[in-house]
Structures are given as structure tokens and as C-alpha cells.
């Protein structure tokens, strides 16, 4: 059902809250844009400017590795500059009131764990871009780390334990899902009675398929998103409204 306004979908919201004992959201680049971080395949947004660099082209090529690296940088600023937003600040007051176990996240920014989540409790799908990884031995490295090396050298830096690239802490295109959270992921939305879809256009596979593993298990499901996704007409209530203006009114519930 989708919300017939703002007001109405706030109301119907609420009272899906309020009932719910175990809440899981699922959340996508929509909750993030407030805070300054633009989203990927919107107009305007990141990949309508730069071709993503796949996992292979970035194994196998040092061109590829040093444009990866001064892209990254190039963001460096917003992502140093963004803090939470209404919606992960509502999430939080959630969790912190015991009605969330942990959120599912396509997001890479860390801003659910800058509000409160702890990070056990942040289930990323597609990685972390606040910290980096060798490929090879999976050794972390931070991002001074790598940029000293990087404008030392003019040459994203590889591992010094095994030699192998470093790279963002992410899941690129043509890279491996991490099972473990995938696995996470899955149980959570098996095991909720209200799943919240936050800012997701829901086309990414196979991670779009947790809310209707959700709906499938029994959960009550909900879609919160400005545009209108493939899910819609499964989903027990759609808000096609501003996810801040949305979720502001929990965030001290």
C-alpha cells in the first residue's frame, strides 16, 4: 500500500513500529544523500560521471589502481565532512531502544556506525571505504596510510607483508560477496517481524533479495524510498517521500 501522503505514511509507520518486537533495516545510498554523499546511479550521480573500475581491471592493472586511488581521494573531503543524517539518526534511537539487533547496509560511508551502532551490528554488503585491505592477506591499512605512498611514489602502493594491491576496504564490481555477512544478512531477515527497505532502489542482486526473503518468512515489510522500485507492489506499506523528513520525527522515540 503506498502511503497516501506524508502525514499518512509517518502515522502508518509509527504504528508498525510501535507493534513490532524485532525490526531489521536494510539500507541503500537514499539515507546517505542528505548528508552530502552523493548516490551512484541516479542522474548526476557517481557513475554517470566515471565508469566504475571493475575487480578484475583493478587486479590486474596499475593504471587502474592509481585512477581507483585518485578518485577516492578526490571524495575524500565529502566523506571526511559527512556526519549522520535524520534517518540514521532515527535507526539509532531504534537500536539503542532494543527494537533493532543490527542494520543491513549497500552503504560504505560508516555513518551508521558515527551514530551509534556498534560495529558488530552493521551488517556491510558492500564493504567500508573509511579504511583499506590488501587483497591478497587481508591486512588493514588506513587511508594516510595509502595516500602517503600514493603521492610519495605517484603508484597506488601495493601490501608490504605480500606484496599484493591495496585497495579500498569495498566490493567492487566482479568482486566476491562477503559470505559471512551475507549469511548475517540472511538470518536477520528471516527472524524479524518488521523489515524496513531505506533508500534502496532495490536493483542490486543478490542483496536486493533480502526484503523478500523478509515478506516470504512473515515479516510486515516497508519501503521507504523517493522513487518507486520493482518491490512496491509486494511491500504492506510505501513511503515515496524524503527519508529524513520521514524518519526525523523518531529519532528521540
Not at 531504534?94 to 552503504?107: D, S, W
Not at 601495493?158 to 594491491?165: G, Q, V
Amino acid at each position: 500500500m503506498i502511503a497516501s501522503d506524508l502525514h499518512d505514511g509517518v502515522n502508518r509507520l509509527g504504528d508498525m513500529i510501535a507493534a513490532a518486537r524485532v525490526i531489521v533495516p536494510f539500507t541503500g545510498a537514499g539515507i546517505s544523500t542528505e548528508t552530502g554523499i552523493p548516490d551512484f546511479r541516479s542522474p548526476g550521480g557517481l557513475w554517470t560521471r566515471n565508469r566504475p573500475i571493475h575487480f578484475d581491471e583493478f587486479v590486474a592493472s596499475q593504471e587502474a589502481r592509481d585512477e581507483a586511488w585518485r578518485r577516492r581521494f578526490a571524495m575524500q573531503e565529502t566523506f571526511a565532512a559527512a556526519r549522520p543524517g535524520r534517518g540514521h539518526l532515527a535507526l539509532s534511537s531504534l537500536y539503542r531502544a532494543g527494537k533493532i539487533p543490527a542494520v543491513i547496509t549497500q552503504n560504505i560511508d560508516n555513518l551508521h556506525q558515527d551514530s551509534g551502532f556498534a560495529p558488530d551490528h552493521v551488517i556491510e554488503l558492500h564493504g567500508n571505504t573509511t579504511y583499506a585491505r590488501c587483497i591478497g592477506c587481508g591486512q588493514r591499512y588506513e587511508l594516510n596510510w595509502v595516500r602517503e605512498r600514493f603521492e610519495a611514489d605517484g603508484a597506488a602502493p601495493d601490501c608490504p607483508e605480500c606484496a599484493e594491491p591495496v585497495k579500498t576496504a569495498t566490493v567492487s564490481f566482479g568482486q566476491s560477496m562477503p559470505e559471512h555477512e551475507m549469511q548475517r544478512a540472511s538470518e536477520l531477515a528471516q527472524h524479524c517481524d518488521l523489515f524496513v527497505a531505506i533508500g534502496s532502489s532495490l536493483v542490486v542482486w543478490p542483496t536486493a533479495g533480502f526484503p523478500l526473503m523478509a515478506k516470504r518468512a512473515g515479516a510486515q515489510l516497508v519501503i521507504i524510498n523517493r522513487e518507486p522500485t520493482d518491490q512496491d507492489d509486494v511491500a504492506d506499506l510505501v513511503i515515496h517521500h524524503d527519508i529524513g523528513e520521514v524518519l526525523g520525527s523518531f529519532v528521540r522515540n
